[in-house]
């Protein structure tokens, strides 16, 4: 089946960061009502969340459209239960009467980027140790049809593994990593803007993940150029900012040394929007114990999407490109659907609401941003 896939510019979908508000006449009935889990009240990841990304694909054979969405809570949790009858789907104005919605769980390709290097022997020392930790717990998260490929970068980047599915190949990056690396500079913007392409060229969902303080020394690239970089790329960054868990490696003596002199806040900011300029997350974990929470919210973020798919009802004779609308609706009252927590909270959710895509593309032109 020939697909045609509209991503970030070919598919620009709004986030809904207000309330829903109720449907008049008071709330919905309970049987209306999505209940989700008890969750943590502040989000796991740092700073702000960048904007996810939706895809649409619309095959031109048989008309139909598949939308993979988001549907978070504010503090960027995935709101299951939501069924084809709370969701109302307009093309060009018209409601689609046929749509049907499934939660998705793909398989994922990631790229695993970790600093491996850096001026001082026992901040080395550290790095490697809570990097090779940081790795093989990664690995519990990959299952048999995900892909995944490793590098590490000091002075420049060099590949560990390519390519490959399942765990294997990062268990044995693991592994290679437990040595404390030698004395080298850091070239953290060149080695971001060698590793992107490498995953964009891979199909299916992708993402980069950094294990990595965001310290550079040595790039030729700027940071300015990096950040224009993860702007550009349709691959989510999420990051594993490892300076935290350095600083409070008892090795290092606490707050003296020479590497208390790096800025190390300042790098963080700049990993920060890097991250939010791709559409990712940053996380900044005090200790290796909240790793697993981390990585259960990153995949949870990254593999689980909604899939709306409708047959277009617009006739073929109109040309140019569709707008696409997506509503959550109670399917008694036709109002917004009402979500609410364990403790019968409102939950006020963002929902990607409106979009494009354009069936011309399908003969190989495409919708400018």
Not at 78 to 103: C, H, K, L, M, W
Not at 209 to 230: M, P, Q, R, V, W
């Amino acid at each position: 089946m020939r697909v045609t896939e509209l991503a970030a510019g070919f598919a620009a979908f709004t986030l809904l960061s207000s309330p829903l508000a109720l449907p008049q006449g008071g709330p919905a009935s309970p049987s209306a009502q999505i209940h989700v889990p008890d969750r943590p009240g502040k989000p796991l990841f740092a700073g702000e969340q960048g904007r996810q990304r939706t895809e649409i694909h619309y095959d031109p054979q048989t008309g139909l459209v598949r939308l993979s969405l988001v549907v978070q809570d504010s503090n960027g949790y995935f709101i299951p239960d939501i069924s084809r009858a709370n969701v109302a789907v307009y093309e060009n104005g018209v409601r689609q009467r046929n749509a049907t919605v499934e939660i998705e769980h793909a398989a994922v390709c990631v790229g695993v980027l970790v600093e491996y290097g850096g001026h001082y022997h026992a901040l080395n020392e550290a790095l490697a140790a809570t990097i090779s930790m940081a790795v093989g717990q990664f690995a519990d998260e990959i299952e048999s049809e995900d892909e995944v490929a490793t590098w590490k970068y000091g002075d420049r980047i060099e590949e560990i593994s390519g390519f490959s599915r399942g765990k294997d190949s990062l268990q044995q990056a693991a592994a290679s990593l437990r040595s404390a690396p030698p004395f080298s500079e850091l070239s953290f913007y060149d080695a971001l803007i060698a590793a992107l392409p490498q995953v964009q060229e891979q199909r299916g969902r992708r993402a980069l993940l950094l294990l990595s303080s965001g310290i550079d020394t040595f790039s030729k690239a700027s940071y300015a150029e990096a950040l224009a970089a993860a702007g550009r790329s349709d691959v989510p960054i999420y990051a594993l900012n490892v300076g935290p868990m350095l600083r409070s490696d008892p090795s290092l003596y606490g707050h003296s040394g020479p590497y208390t002199r790096l800025d190390w806040k300042g790098a963080e900011q700049k990993l920060g929007h890097i991250v939010q300029a791709s559409g990712g997350r940053l996380y900044s974990p005090e200790s290796s114990l909240d790793l697993a929470a981390v990585y259960d919210d990153l995949m949870e973020n990254l593999r689980v999407r909604y899939v709306i798919i409708y047959k277009s009802a617009t006739p073929p004779s109109e040309h140019g490109p569709r707008t696409v609308r997506v509503e959550l609706v109670d399917s008694g009252t036709g109002g917004p659907l009402r979500i609410v927590d364990a403790d019968a909270k409102p939950v006020h959710p963002r929902a990607l609401v409106e979009g494009r895509y354009d069936p011309a593309a399908a003969d190989g032109r495409t919708m400018d941003r």
